[in-house]
């Protein structure tokens, strides 16, 4: 089992900034690769951004695309998401995934990965 906790969540005002960080309780965490997705109460949830093992490769939403920024330190078991000029649209709750390998799909989609963290909210006011 690997546990993912986020943090870095908060508020901000539109065109600000945050870094939400996702640490991992097992060094596994360094071979899996790595999403963010954010959901809206009564939403499905949505994909962000995801990252690769190796950083090789990086993937996101067209929403975010030029704003978003996903990174990973496979020494610290932990990947971040830096969020530049932030819109009130992207208020959500984010959630750090981790695929171990056993999903299915590809990366845009939730079933891919099987291990979820609690979550952290993202307000951006206008």
């Known amino acids: 089992q690997v546990q993912l906790i986020e943090s870095g969540g908060g508020l901000a005002q539109a065109g600000g900034s945050l870094q939400l960080s996702c640490a991992a309780s097992r060094r596994t965490f360094s071979s899996y690769a790595t999403g963010w997705f954010r959901q809206i109460p009564g939403q499905e949830r949505e994909f962000v951004a995801a990252i690769t093992w190796s950083s090789a490769l990086t993937y996101y939403a067209d929403s975010v695309k030029g704003r978003f920024t996903i990174s990973r330190d496979n020494a610290e078991n932990m990947v971040r998401l830096q969020m530049n000029s932030l819109k009130p649209e992207d208020t959500a709750v984010y959630y750090c995934?981790?695929?171990?390998?056993?999903?299915?799909?590809?990366?845009?989609?939730?079933?891919?990965?099987?291990?979820w963290g609690q979550g952290t909210q993202v307000t951006v006011s206008s």
């Open positions: 995934a981790a695929d171990s390998g056993v999903g299915t799909g590809n990366f845009y989609y939730a079933s891919r990965y099987d291990y």
